[in-house]
């Protein structure tokens, strides 16, 4: 239900991409017994690892962090700052 909410003032495209980057997020933490919404820096730097060993561009890692920021948003504390974790302040729903 918050990902539903968080993204109804995006673009088709835009939603569906950040909805697909949760949903992976998702499945990792859960595979790995985590709570998505309480990830740790080092966790989630562990994740970016994984897409890097994948071969997922740097643009694609940025968006999925800011997939990630968005849902932290929702809560009262912001996911720590790491160099794999994409800003929020320069997307904004249309």
């Keep these: 239900m918050i990902r539903e ?4 003032g ?5 939603a569906r991409a950040y909805w697909g980057d949760l949903e ?10 985590k709570d998505l ?3 740790s820096e080092k966790d989630f730097k ?6 890097r060993r994948r071969g ?7 968006r999925r962090g800011t997939s990630f920021n968005l ?6 504390t ?7 974790i994409g800003s929020t302040s320069d997307r904004t729903p249309r």
Excluded at 78 to 84: D, K, M
Aim: hydrophobic share 35%; with cysteine.
């Design 5 to 8: 909410e968080l993204l109804l």
């Design 56 to 62: 997922y561009s740097e643009s694609t890692i940025r």
């Design 37 to 39: 919404l309480n990830l």
């Design 46 to 51: 562990q994740y970016c690892a994984l897409l």
């Design 71 to 76: 849902l932290a948003s929702t809560r009262s």
């Design 10 to 14: 995006y673009g088709y495209n835009t």
């Design 78 to 84: 912001q996911f720590p700052s790491s160099e794999c």
């Design 24 to 33: 992976d997020l998702f499945w990792w933490a859960e595979n790995r017994g």
